[in-house]
């Protein structure tokens, strides 16, 4: 009682508590509720509770990509397009706003890393593909003749079987494989292999543009509604990213270039954001394999290593992937190879095979123009033609490497034949694959660009390594050539061991018949073409489809049991155009990828300033 008497004393509250307490109290309460919302609204796994006190809200656009480049896919894989595609800079074209980095949008978010945001395709804009038909200096399918009063009556009865021979291996991959990635026409039964990470219809999508350029509209439509039905991206294995590439994106890209089709572009881009992760390395030189689940492309060492084939062949889908989405991402990481590239040492001025994308050294110094280094060369030459002749840098690389190529790789056998041989650390293997029989295609196609005096040399260049080729198929007992062959122990052009002699199916002789026909209409190209066709009829035709053959040097066939999709893809493609006119799909117009999936020439740089790559 006291106590109440004496100047300046407060009296305690009914709860015990004086007022300095009270303020302290109140402080440690509302900071207690400030904690407990914030760990309702901001902490992860939280999104029941939100539900509980938030109004559903429609999901915000790139939550999917999000999703399907970290690993963690939503319940459902929700497959809506991506924005609208703004009018971006068309392959090779030159953007002066993309020289002072990535145009802003609002809305965007900082990040680092190779994450895709789908807000990066929105525009007002639109990929205008009126537009871009009405440049084409030739139309798709050619022009159009009265097949009655058509001349080459022959022609056209070989153009037909070919017609004939895809049909017949679309249906029975359809009757017993649909969906699957190939067809096994003996057991009739599907196919789906380990490289494509969980992605199917391999078949489907590589056939496409076959279909359509054939004009088999049904079977075109049947393939158009697997894809827009059936074919799903959350997968979770690990993928080749150069398959991935070649053969999905490439053939999407195509099926929307022919058709204006836009379940193909939106398809092309989503799947093009999943194999960004391979690009997360020291160098941004790629790895070969992407994991569809993780992101990642796992944890390389100084001694692994990509293949020049595999990371130099991914320019021409990359750039269109950019001019369709607006992405630039896909156009940055194709360049960085390319600087990459342009910039390293090289052997002689070769480009070896193997190259580690960690330390970006070369691993090995091993040179092939065939398996593991054949596309990239190609695709220099074809970049070069694909942005109109603007692309100076491709153009310089690729006369640069042809001339080291030539100098150290090309001989000719005691027979007089020309090959390209292998190259190891100085040392020729003087044999040549199955694979490097594209080369008298691309040399052919790049010697018009050459230098003048150089012209003639190239053209003659091209013939004699195509009739080489040739060679590889007319000394085997089918008629169909070897998966290698050499130079040595008085036996040219053929394989010497079982383990060379197999033949599945490939394109690339046919490729290069292709190719120089359209160039000289020399009437030896279709001879040796219908060749093939009656060699294929005679000793790769089952009652289920065409299967490749273990040993071309045996009448006898023992099958593989594969109808490779590249078959339809390129072999039965190539020989169609050989059997067409030069407006088909023309060359003015379209680039065919490795995998033959054209792709358009970008005319607009034909307008442009010529432009060097930084």
């Not at 058709?259 to 881009?269: D, L, N, P, Y």
């Not at 990481?333 to 342009?342: G, S």
Request: hydrophobic share 35%.
């Amino acid at each position: 009682m006291l106590m109440r008497k004496v100047s300046g004393f407060v009296p305690a509250s009914p709860w015990g508590l004086r007022l300095p307490q009270k303020f302290v109290f109140l402080l440690f309460l509302s900071g207690l509720v400030t904690l407990c919302f914030g760990a309702l609204f901001l902490l992860p796994h939280s999104s029941r509770l939100k539900r509980l006190f938030l109004v559903p809200r429609t999901q915000q656009p790139g939550v999917e990509v999000m999703a399907e480049i970290t690993g963690h896919q939503p319940a459902q894989e929700q497959e809506s397009p991506p924005n609208p595609a703004p009018a971006a800079p068309a392959p090779g074209e030159n953007n002066p706003r993309s020289q002072a980095g990535p145009r802003r949008r609002k809305g965007w978010l900082r990040r680092t890393g190779p994450t895709v945001h789908r807000n990066e395709v929105q525009g007002e804009d639109t990929f205008d593909f009126n537009a871009f038909r009405s440049r084409l200096r030739h139309p798709v399918l050619g022009t159009r003749t009265d097949e009655s009063k058509e001349t080459q009556s022959l022609v056209r009865a070989q153009r037909e079987k070919i017609k004939e021979m895809m049909q017949f291996s679309w249906q029975n991959y359809l009757r017993y494989a649909m969906g699957r990635n190939e067809l096994r026409p003996l057991t009739k039964d599907g196919y789906d292999g380990n490289i494509f990470g969980g992605l199917t219809g391999a078949t489907i999508i590589d056939s496409l543009d076959t279909l359509y350029l054939m004009e088999l509209n049904e079977e075109f439509q049947e393939a158009k509604t697997w894809v827009k039905e059936s074919f799903h991206l959350n997968v979770s294995g690990e993928a080749s990213l150069f398959e991935v590439n070649i053969r999905y994106i490439g053939g999407l890209l195509s099926a929307f270039y022919l058709t204006g089709e836009e379940v193909f572009r939106v398809k092309a881009i989503k799947l093009g954001e999943k194999l960004l992760p391979a690009f997360n390395t020291p160098t941004g030189i790629p790895k070969g394999i992407v994991n569809f689940k993780s992101g990642s492309w796992g944890w390389a060492t100084a001694g692994s290593s990509s293949v020049l084939a595999e990371f130099g062949s991914l320019h021409l889908e990359f750039l269109h992937l950019t001019q369709l989405s607006g992405n630039q991402v896909f156009a940055e990481k194709v360049r960085n190879i390319r600087k990459f590239l342009k910039n390293i040492d090289k052997p002689f001025g070769l480009y070896p095979n193997f190259l580690s994308p960690v330390s970006g050294n070369w691993v090995q110094h091993h040179v092939s123009v065939g398996g593991l280094g054949d596309s990239f060369y190609e695709y220099l030459i074809k970049s070069w033609l694909m942005s109109a002749k603007t692309d100076m840098e491709a153009k310089t690389m690729y006369y640069e490497a042809l001339e080291a190529i030539e100098t150290y790789l090309v001989n000719v056998s005691p027979e007089g034949l020309t090959y390209i041989a292998e190259w190891r650390g100085g040392i020729l293997d003087h044999k040549m694959g199955h694979l490097a029989c594209f080369s008298g295609g691309m040399i052919s196609l790049g010697a018009e660009d050459a230098k003048e005096e150089n012209r003639a040399h190239y053209r003659e260049l091209a013939a004699q390594i195509t009739r080489t080729c040739h060679e590889s198929y007319a000394r085997s007992d089918t008629k169909l050539g070897p998966e290698a062959f050499w130079f040595n122990s008085g036996r040219e052009a053929m394989a010497t061991q079982l383990s060379e002699s197999y033949y599945i199916l490939r394109p690339e002789v046919v490729e290069s018949y292709m190719y120089l026909w359209r160039q000289t209409h020399d009437p030896i190209y279709r001879e040796w073409g219908w060749e093939v066709v009656m060699a294929l009829e005679k000793y790769c035709r089952t009652e289920a489809g065409f299967s490749g053959l273990e040993d071309v040097y045996s009448v006898t066939p023992t099958y593989d049991n594969r109808q490779q999709s590249f078959f339809l893809a390129e072999t039965l493609k190539y020989l169609y155009l050989l059997f067409s006119e030069d407006d088909v799909l023309s060359l003015e117009d379209w680039v065919f990828n490795t995998e033959a999936h054209p792709l358009p020439v970008n005319h607009l740089d034909s307008l442009a300033k010529t432009r060097n790559y930084q």
